[in-house]
């Protein structure tokens, strides 16, 4: 067993000790709204959203994209358990600017073990056991933060499975201070439409 697993199965034994009221929660989030964000380990939502546990779904990929998979958990949090409100927070120095689908497609091509970055860009450490299929993939990559947002929300927005009814709000997370900046072009593009 590593030691990340030890560490990790210590950290739920003492979490679950005092559990509590907790297992009373209710499936509905309790504060009806969904965060779609970034898997980036400096985002905490709960802590930058003020949220408790039950309060709100929480959403998460690389770059907090409206993916197929991200639209689906949405339209599930609304449909099946009653949320009436999404955001969409990106965040600053957020790692997808800093590669393209192809840079990472030939990444994949020769090796599937981590790489590295410099000056020069992006580098294979290795060059064994590599596969095109990363090739296949739209890895939805972005230059431009506030497009990125508003991109999604309107993606989110003009979905066939998304109701006219429920607001998508459009934000950027600053790294350096905290703050949930508005992309006010995003907000304005989910505005409820019914």
Same mark, same amino acid.
């Given at each position: 067993?590593? !030691?990340? %697993?030890? +560490? %990790? %199965?210590?950290?739920? !034994?003492k979490y679950a000790a005092d *559990? /509590? +009221? !907790?297992? +009373? $929660? @209710?499936?509905?989030?309790? &504060? /009806? *709204? =969904?965060?779609?964000?970034?898997?980036? =380990? &400096?985002?905490?939502?709960? !802590?930058? =959203? @003020? $949220? =408790? +546990? @039950?309060d709100a779904h929480v959403i998460r990929n690389a770059g907090g994209r409206a993916s197929d998979d991200a639209i689906r958990s949405l339209v599930i949090s609304h449909k099946l358990l009653g949320t009436q409100e999404w955001f969409v927070i990106h965040h600053t120095d957020c790692g997808m600017e800093l590669f393209t689908s192809e840079i990472i497609g030939d990444l994949l091509e020769t090796s599937l073990k981590t790489a590295t970055i410099d000056a020069d860009g992006w580098k294979n450490q290795t060059t064994e056991g590599g596969s095109v299929a990363g090739k296949y993939i739209n890895w939805l990559t972005f230059k431009d933060n506030a497009q990125s947002v508003l991109e999604d929300v309107v993606r989110i927005r003009t979905h066939p499975l998304v109701p006219a009814y429920i607001p998508i709000y459009g934000y950027i997370y600053d790294c350096k201070t905290g703050l949930l900046v508005e992309v006010p072009a995003a907000s304005q593009a989910g505005q409820v439409t019914a």
């Open positions: 067993m590593s !030691k990340i %697993v030890q +560490e %990790v %199965v210590a950290a739920n !034994k *559990f /509590g +009221e !907790k297992s +009373e $929660l @209710g499936l509905p989030p309790a &504060r /009806g *709204f =969904a965060i779609l964000t970034c898997m980036d =380990a &400096r985002l905490d939502p709960a !802590k930058y =959203a @003020g $949220l =408790a +546990e @039950g």
